[in-house]
């Protein structure tokens, strides 16, 4: 009896336990919703990067030389490369101020370093008178080539005919007009209206950029977008510059206006004979430079051709940073590095490029 009773008990725990665990599903529990670990990522939308949609005109283009527009008939006519005396009896110049690109440089280290301009002129049919002209020295005919320009010139110290032979190197040597402006007759040669036509028809020397041309010297900002030096690594202000040239004294002064650089030397604001004006740069390029001493005369060479950076300075907008320059060889364009070693970019205008010895690069006022 009492067995029986166990087998009850038991059984009935048994129907209570699958009654229970399995006699019916179990109702699915809610979800429970867990905060995620990452948070949501939003995602910011650069601003597009505006697009400079440049300019375009009808028969014109843009000068490889200052940016500026010219008729596109120039547009594969090689630039000259024409030397003028700096001497002070030699003053006033005529048509300089119309030059692309001016250089200035010790011509001798006779004479308080005396300096000579090498002009270049894209469009040079628009100038009627240009000079006076004078000889040329080694350090042009090495960089006369890096813009293709054909060298105009009167003769020169017989260390120029070592250069004067490389294939690269077109020269138009003496044979222009003489004007009488009552100076001694090394003052009185001009390049006058019809001269080059002559030179070129008579030398079978080519108008146009040859196998020799590098392409475009300097790389432009868009005149929509000009540089502004002001934000760069190392700019300071310049309003005034003041080249260690003992001889001639010369300046640049920043002009607000105009946004350009002011030329003086000899004490006085420079004017062009021709037409009056000033000679002024938007772009002004100050480049240390080593040179070499042939004789006792004074005649010198600058080295030219650096591989190792040598220091300078590009000034434009009132502002100047610090560069550094190298040269490959006589054809290639002298290329200018700011201090990240990104070649800079120069503005819409024309540019003046100094070439200063080493010697007196620390007399040098760049304020």
């Known amino acids: 009896m009492k067995k029986k009773l166990v087998y009850i008990l038991l059984a009935c725990g048994l129907s209570l336990s699958l009654a229970a665990c399995g006699g019916k599903e179990p109702a699915e529990e809610e979800p429970v919703e867990q905060e995620s670990a990452v948070e949501d990522t939003v995602t910011v939308e650069e601003p597009a990067e505006e697009v400079v949609v440049e300019e375009t005109r009808d028969g014109m283009y843009r000068s490889e030389l200052t940016n500026e527009w010219i008729d596109e008939s120039l547009k594969n006519q090689r630039p000259i490369a024409v030397m003028i005396d700096n001497e002070k009896a030699a003053l006033p110049h005529y048509g300089i101020s119309e030059a692309d690109v001016v250089y200035e440089m010790m011509n001798s280290t006779?004479?308080?370093?005396?300096?000579?301009?090498?002009v270049l002129v894209k469009d040079w049919e628009k100038i009627?008178?240009?000079?006076?002209?004078?000889?040329?020295?080694?350090?042009?005919?090495?960089?006369?080539?890096?813009?293709?320009?054909?060298v105009c010139h009167d003769g020169g110290p017989f260390y120029i005919d070592y250069f004067l032979v490389n294939p690269y190197v077109d020269n138009f040597n003496g044979g222009f007009s003489r004007v009488n402006n009552g100076k001694s007759r090394e003052f009185t040669e001009y390049i006058l209206s019809g001269d080059l036509d002559k030179k070129f028809d008579n030398s079978g020397v080519s108008r146009e950029y040859n196998e020799y041309y590098q392409g475009a010297h300097f790389q432009f900002a868009s005149e929509s977008a000009p540089v502004d030096l002001s934000g760069e690594n190392g700019s300071i202000d310049c309003t005034n510059i003041e080249l260690p040239f003992e001889h001639n004294n010369?300046?640049?002064?920043?002009i607000a206006e105009s946004n350009t650089y002011r030329y003086s030397e000899y004490g006085s604001e420079y004017k062009d004979a021709g037409n009056g004006s000033y000679m002024e740069f938007t772009n002004?390029?100050?480049?240390?430079?080593?040179?070499?001493?042939?004789?006792?005369?004074?005649?010198?060479n600058f080295w030219v051709k650096e591989s190792n950076r040598m220091s300078g300075y590009y000034i434009t907008g009132g502002k100047a940073i610090p560069v550094t320059w190298s040269k490959q060889d006589d054809i290639y364009p002298t290329k200018y590095y700011d201090k990240d070693g990104n070649e800079?970019?120069?503005?819409?205008?024309?540019?003046?490029?100094?070439?200063?010895?080493?010697?007196?690069?620390?007399?040098?006022?760049v304020e």
């Open 250 to 254: 010369s300046c640049l002064e920043y």
């Open 284 to 300: 002004v390029i100050l480049q240390e430079c080593s040179y070499e001493q042939y004789d006792d005369n004074g005649y010198m």
């Open 110 to 118: 006779m004479n308080g370093h005396i300096t000579r301009f090498m």
């Open 128 to 150: 009627e008178q240009l000079g006076s002209i004078r000889s040329t020295r080694t350090t042009n005919l090495q960089l006369a080539p890096e813009w293709n320009a054909v």
């Open 344 to 365: 800079i970019t120069l503005n819409t205008g024309k540019t003046y490029i100094a070439l200063v010895a080493d010697d007196v690069w620390d007399d040098l006022v």
